[in-house]
């Protein structure tokens, strides 16, 4: 299954909405291509993985990639609604240690609020 990528606005967030797969290859490169497109605009990005169906190596190779790209600029990606595979993936590489993940998009877009707010 291909990888699909909408986004939508909220405050100063954008939202990537992600639903398929992120794999090494095809999906991988649109969703760097997109993302860092979005980070010349916007410094703060939620992806949103409810419908992520499998994410592979190169998937979370991707996303480290664009985590440090983000933080290169002073900005921030966080993850949100992860499901079962997307989240066992991220605990066995331990990039839970690394990504701010949060069960819901609208708490990880808050939680832009409160960093902004503390500093």
Known sequence: MALSITTSKIDEVIVVHLSGAICFGEESTSLRIRVKALLG???HI???????????SGGLGTLVA???????????????????????????TKLVKVFEIFGRTDDAVASFDRATART
Request: hydrophobic share 40%; no cysteine; glycine share 8%.
């Open 41 to 43: 605009e916007f410094q």
């Open 46 to 56: 939620v992806l949103d993985l409810t419908s992520v169906t499998r994410i592979d």
């Open 66 to 92: 664009l985590y440090a790209s983000a933080r290169k600029i002073g900005g921030d990606i966080k993850l949100a609604n992860p499901g079962n595979r997307a989240k066992e993936a991220l605990q066995i």
